[in-house]
Structure formats: structure tokens, C-alpha cells
């Protein structure tokens, strides 16, 4: 596997801080595999075995283990209540990763679903607020339902 031969060319540079050998793995990962690392680098607490453990079950699993563990991971995004900006950038980069790897797997979901599974795991004052602007767009334009 790929990260065993990478470390072993690590190894030859003597030690090396856990956080360069995560930016160097993360830099040298190339193709649809780096799709995957730039969603965990960029939306997770990162770690240098995180990201090994993470690239180890997106690609060392049989497909139906992995299909399972995304729709597993897919059904229990949600975003916390009051969330910062830093939080929803992390949910939005979560969201990105496991819709991906959904339609990497045959997964596919449609537009619809997808729009309604993101609404649903808003905190509800977001839900609501939504839910909200839509009714007043509704009564301007006059839009029998």
C-alpha cells in the first residue's frame, strides 16, 4: 500500500515533526485520493495517523464495507446549535466528502433528498429561518401552493 512505501522514504529523512510528515503525505498524494485528503486535511482536527487511518478505510475496505460506513457517516453529519463560521466550513467540507464518496460508490442520491438531508441537519433556528424567507417569498409573488 501506498503509505507504507511512503513512509519508508520518510524514514530515510531521520524524525521529523508529526504535523511536516502530515503536510508531506497530504502534498504527495496524487489523483482521486487527494480529493479525499484535502477533506480530511481541511475539514476534520487533523492528525498524521488520523489521516492514515482515514485513507486506510476509504481504500483498504471492500466497496459494500465502504458504502455502509458512508451512509453511516452521511446520516450522522449534523451541525451544532450556534455553530462559528469554523464549525459550518467543517460541516460544509464533511458534506462535500461523504456526497462525494456517495457518488464514487454508486450511491447516488437525488438533488432533491440531498437538499432536504442538508436542511435537516441544520441546527432549527437556521431550519427555521429558511423556512421562514420561503413562506414570505411564497406571499410576494403570490404563489398558490
Known sequence: FFIKAWERVIGLA???????KLE?????????GRKIADAYVNGVKTSYPGLKEYLRTTYELSTQCRRVKVLKRYNALKLNSQPSLTDFKKFQAQWILACQQLAELGIGLEDNKKTLDFLEKLPIEITRYVNLQYKEVIEKVDIDR
Request: glycine share 18%; aromatic share 0%.
Open 14 to 20: 531521520g524524525t521529523i515533526s508529526e504535523g511536516t
Open 24 to 32: 508531506l503525505l497530504h502534498q504527495s498524494i496524487k489523483g482521486s
